[in-house]
């Protein structure tokens, strides 16, 4: 799988767009980006995922590249419950194995 | 629909004991992978088992082992325990539809170990 790289942490304004944004300049044809969030003490909760095209879904927007190699998730309007520790993480094939590496993630800190 | 269930939360063990954790996916769910999370390594892959069958190792030693049963439920045990093997353990559940992308991970709250 890919490496992903990520900026350690990032701050937001409560009810701004926060934009975090992930490398995987290694990504192959074949592989997907996830991405993930773990709010304190709390297991890692799945957010979105995708593979060449864009996608939205009621928690986040991702956004990648046309050449795969950067993404950016997309929340639109965070909230302060939004804080969390966020992974992009890169993943092969069609998702069908329950292996994922974690990088550090990025600290998202929403504040009021 | 019930999540995934860890037991116990928390648990204080001393070094060269035992420990066996528990974890009940989501109902359906036939993979289920742990994952430990320490401050100085963050989340790190152990293992997953599909079917009853390990079919995925991290780069753990033989200490930490795993099993799952036919009704999907999975136990990790780590024997002889190191004061480095205090951390997070995590428990995830999928259910993989077949042709599809999903692929998402459920997890657990996690067992909290600590070996002193």
């Known amino acids: 799988d890919a490496k992903t790289t990520q900026p350690p942490s990032m701050d937001c304004a409560e009810g701004r767009a926060a934009n975090l944004p992930c490398n995987h300049s290694t990504i192959s044809g074949n592989e997907y980006v996830y991405w993930y969030r773990q709010i304190h003490s709390q297991g890692p909760q799945y957010i979105i995922h995708g593979l060449k095209n864009n996608e939205t879904n009621e928690m986040a927007s991702l956004i990648i590249t046309e050449d795969r190699k950067s993404s950016t998730l997309i929340l639109p309007h965070a909230t302060l419950r939004d804080t969390a520790v966020y992974y992009c993480i890169v993943r092969a094939g069609s998702g069908n194995t329950g292996k994922l590496i974690f990088g550090q993630g990025t600290t998202l800190q929403v504040k009021p | 629909k019930a999540g995934v269930t860890q037991t116990p939360r928390y648990l204080i063990k001393t070094r060269g004991q035992q420990v066996t954790l528990s974890c009940s996916p989501i109902s359906g769910h036939r993979s289920v992978s742990w994952y430990q999370q320490t401050p100085g390594q963050g989340l790190q892959f152990l293992f997953e088992y599909f079917s009853e069958t390990q079919r995925n190792k991290g780069n753990f030693p033989g200490r930490f082992s795993g099993r799952q049963f036919s009704n999907s439920r999975s136990e990790m045990n780590v024997s002889t325990l190191e004061l480095g093997d205090s951390a997070l353990y995590l428990c995830?559940?999928?259910?993989?539809?077949?042709?599809?992308?999903?692929?998402?991970?459920?997890f657990g709250e996690g067992s909290r170990l600590t070996v002193l």
């Open positions: 995830a559940s999928s259910s993989y539809s077949s042709g599809g992308s999903t692929g998402e991970l459920f």
